[in-house]
């Protein structure tokens, strides 16, 4: 079984360079691509009739289910990471990791039933400060202790604000995953700013499925609608 998955911080549909995009842009651009799953984060969901409701505005362009999992909330909506795939989500449950009152963060789960076969997906947006980061995935860890049987498959992906790179050798180990860091170099896994990307704060780890591609997306339409570039793999989920 092959899947195609993306993670994307959509930044709350800001647009990237000099546009304003929209929840419909965001979902036709992913489309494009035909994915079976997608982590976005940085997803805004605004309060009142007639509010915005991102997630569940590029699920109906994606025609896909989506789980929502709020983390900042304040006077206007709300914001935090959403998992939509074409697979039936079996169960979902947003877990708090903030380590302070200001900066809110998360980790959304799901249990997705793949053809039979169950596939844990974690999607997460870590904190600024190397600390916390760290603090945070061992919170992760804890949560896939908890409901990832150990010969389950799965995948942890988002934005881990992991600036110099560090941090990839902790979630390694702590978590028992490979690294899609490891994959491809520095420079190829790049994925913010989205005009000149340095960065490679954008990643994906795994357990139980082999990858097959890996890659960062890069020119039109995707330096229009966000500040980072979406990551993509090809996985080949093992038979049971």
Not at 55 to 69: D, K, M
Not at 136 to 142: G, H, K, M, N, S
Request: net charge positive; proline share 5%.
């Amino acid at each position: 079984m092959h899947l195609r998955l993306i993670s994307y911080n959509i930044r709350k549909a800001k647009g990237g360079w000099r546009h304003r995009t929209s929840s419909r842009e965001i979902g036709e651009a992913l489309m494009s691509r035909s994915p079976d799953i997608v982590l976005c984060q940085e997803v805004f969901h605004s309060y009142g009739p007639g509010g915005v409701n991102q997630s569940a505005e590029i699920s109906e362009r994606l025609g896909i289910p989506a789980a929502y999992g709020a983390n900042a909330v304040y006077s206007k909506g709300h914001h935090g990471n959403a998992t939509l795939t074409r697979f039936d989500i079996l169960a979902s449950r947003n877990f708090d990791l903030s380590t302070n009152p200001i900066e809110r963060r998360g980790v959304l789960w799901g249990l997705i039933d793949v053809e039979g076969q169950p596939l844990h997906v974690f999607n997460t947006h870590l904190g600024l400060n190397r600390r916390q980061r760290r603090r945070q995935v061992a919170r992760i860890a804890d949560a896939i202790e908890a409901l990832a049987v150990k010969d389950q498959p799965l995948i942890l992906g988002g934005d881990f604000n992991d600036w110099t790179g560090r941090l990839d050798a902790f979630v390694r180990e702590r978590c028992g995953v490979e690294s899609s860091r490891e994959r491809l170099t520095a420079v190829a896994h790049a994925s913010y700013p989205n005009l000149r990307p340095l960065l490679s704060l954008d990643r994906l780890y795994w357990r139980g499925l082999e990858l097959e591609s890996l890659q960062v997306l890069q020119g039109e339409p995707w330096i229009r609608i966000s500040d980072h570039l979406p990551l993509e793999a090809t996985f080949r989920l093992r038979s049971p």
